[in-house]
């Protein structure tokens, strides 16, 4: 492989480099648990219930608090080793796990081949950072991810893309022209409703509301994996599964102007495809919390196959762009850099004769295509140079598509407490009025104004894609889009999947 696994040159970096991390830890740790002893709403219905609960922060906050203190000198000690390492580090890990079962290698000419793709916001940060998202236990949460991300990989099964099977979307109240035939009814428990009707533009679409993750998914592309404990493990969850896996992404430290980055970009990549080239930047605009993070893209090229002893290459861009509501315009102009780099990534690294099979630009960009106060962004260029499978234009999405930002508050709820639970919840207009986040004004407000139309939530999560303008050998359908409650008490967000069918083109085919 041309990636080496360590970020590090060499072992003695790399020595110093966790030194200075061991020194830093208690510090960490205590200011920590100081964060965590703000309660989820499920601790609080807990308290409710035990009377010695109270007294937990009482007791304990002191102690931790003399604890952070008591570990200040240990901790600058550790920042003086370890800030000048971040100059020697790669900006992200990398595992190499050889497995048993690779996929097919593609050679053209010859037949199409479907690409899966899987973008999740899966919120693992520190316990108390995540209690800020009424989400803890990290610990737990993060073994929950890897499982779920893998349970499924070989019992679901999707339709043809030229079935004409879809979902029907009954927030709109659509009828079938035709009873469905008895083959076409779903029986599997937890399985998507899918319901055959006429594939007229408006009715129907290549989109459901789905229990369980794609089989056989290509690629995993995670948002907010920024505790480095938890990167490391869900590493180890999915290395069974994924041969290639790009982790700790990000720049710490001192970057642009004086800003010290405490937490990494929390990107997560992981492939069953060879990693050829990968390359993270960071955004140079940022404000707030936000600034605390090393927010950025992150650009893989991946070989997929052959063509006439040329290769087959197919370019992720992943990226977690800027949250306070009130900032659309460093959003955009994150989007814009994003887009810069993800074309001079492709431009440094595509080598003559190459086919490129696709050029995916996906994550949680922090803003809808609903809401009165994200104008400026769903008129990005972005939208103009990538498609987006939910959206028909600015303010207007797919029939099918719904929301991903769940409302925080609720996520313990009963009645979206599991995966089943919440896509049927989801599958529901007043469902989706309770428990998803609703549209926002410029400022972060509720906009009351969209109270009586129909109720599709914030879809903050996006997956686009792009047939590449160099690339006329293949064609892209769009076989299947995602709404993925698999996740249901790990996260605040709905994971989003994307299923691309690639047809060599007419004069590919004529050739076989």
């Not at 970020?7 to 991390?21: A, D, E, I």
């Not at 899966?116 to 610990?139: D, E, I, R, T």
């Not at 679409?205 to 794609?214: A, D, T």
């Not at 920024?226 to 990167?231: C, Y």
Request: net charge neutral.
């Amino acid at each position: 492989m041309v990636l080496r696994e360590s970020p590090f040159p060499n072992r003695l970096l790399s020595g110093l480099y966790s030194l200075g991390q061991y020194l830093l830890f208690p510090s960490y740790w205590a200011a920590d648990c100081l964060l965590n002893l703000r309660e989820t709403t499920v601790e609080r219905q807990q308290r409710r219930c035990c009377r010695c609960c109270p007294l937990r922060a009482l007791v304990t906050g002191p102690l931790l608090l003399l604890l952070l203190i008591l570990s200040m000198p240990g901790a600058l000690l550790g920042l003086l080793l370890w800030l000048p390492m971040q100059a020697a580090r790669r900006p992200f890990a990398y595992k190499h796990n050889v497995l048993s079962r690779h996929p097919e290698v593609w050679e053209l000419p010859g037949t199409g081949k479907v690409f899966s793709f899987v973008s999740a916001n899966v919120c693992l940060l520190p316990n108390g950072l995540a209690k800020f998202s009424n989400l803890g236990q990290m610990k737990q949460r993060v073994a929950r991810i890897g499982q779920r991300l893998t349970q499924g990989k070989a019992s679901a099964s999707f339709a043809s893309p030229r079935s004409s099977q879809f979902l029907l979307p009954t927030k709109y109240g659509a009828t079938m022209a035709s009873p469905p035939r008895p083959e076409s009814r779903t029986h599997c428990p937890g399985a998507s409703v899918v319901i055959e009707v006429p594939d007229r533009e408006g009715e129907a679409g290549p989109g459901e509301i789905s229990v369980p993750f794609p089989p056989d998914v290509d690629f995993v592309c995670l948002q907010e994996v920024f505790d480095q404990r938890a990167g490391a493990h869900l590493c180890q969850l999915l290395s069974p599964f994924y041969e290639h896996i790009v982790y700790d992404v990000g720049a710490y430290g001192l970057q642009g102007c004086c800003t010290i980055k405490v937490l990494n970009s929390g990107l997560f990549l992981a492939s069953r495809y060879p990693v050829l080239a990968a390359q993270y930047r960071c955004y140079p605009k940022c404000s707030g919390e936000d600034a605390l993070s090393a927010k950025g893209l992150l650009s893989v090229q991946v070989q997929l196959g052959a063509a006439h002893g040329q290769r087959i290459v197919g370019y992720l861009n992943c990226t977690h762009l800027h949250a306070p509501a009130a900032d659309a315009q460093i959003r955009c102009d994150q989007l814009t850099q994003g887009l810069f780099w993800a074309q001079l990534f492709q431009d440094t690294h595509t080598q003559r004769g190459d086919v490129v099979a696709f050029d995916v630009f996906c994550g949680d960009f922090n803003f809808d295509n609903c809401s009165s106060g994200d104008e400026l962004e769903q008129t990005h260029e972005i939208f103009r140079q990538y498609q987006d499978p939910c959206r028909v234009g600015p303010r207007q999405d797919r029939p099918w598509a719904i929301g991903t930002l769940l409302n925080y508050l609720r996520i313990h709820e009963e009645a979206v407490s599991t995966p089943e639970k919440l896509k049927r919840t989801l599958e529901q207009e007043e469902g989706r009025r309770t428990y998803l986040a609703g549209p926002i004004l410029q400022d972060g407000r509720p906009d009351s104004s969209a109270a009586g139309s129909p109720w599709e939530g914030r879809r903050i999560d996006y997956i686009l894609y792009r047939e590449h303008p160099t690339t006329i050998s293949l064609t892209t359908e769009v076989e299947k889009f995602s709404f993925i409650t698999q996740l249901a008490g790990c996260s605040d967000h709905v994971a989003v999947g994307l299923r691309l069918l690639l047809n060599p083109a007419p004069q590919w085919q004529q050739q076989v």
